[in-house]
C-alpha cells in the first residue's frame, strides 16, 4: 500500500510537462515516456493500482487510465 503513481510523481516534484507528454502521446511512445519516468525516480507506488493502470491504458474510448495519472498528479 502506497502512493499511486500520479502523486508518486507529483512528490518528486517532476514537471506537469513532462506528465502532459506522456498523456498526449500516442501509443507505443506514451509507454517509453512513462517507463522514463518511473525509471528516474524509483516510485514506491501501491501496485495493485499501478497494474490496474497498465491493463488499462489504452482505453479506445476514454483512455481512463491517463486521465487517472492526471488527476492523482494534481489531486494527490
Known sequence: SGPTLGKALAEEEINER??????RSQSPT???????LTQQIKPSVDWNRFGKMIYFWRD???EISK???MEDYYLG
Open 67 to 69: 486521465r487517472q495519472l
Open 60 to 62: 479506445d474510448q476514454n
Open 30 to 36: 506514451d509507454l517509453v515516456h512513462l517507463r522514463r
Open 18 to 23: 513532462r506528465i502532459f507528454q506522456v498523456v
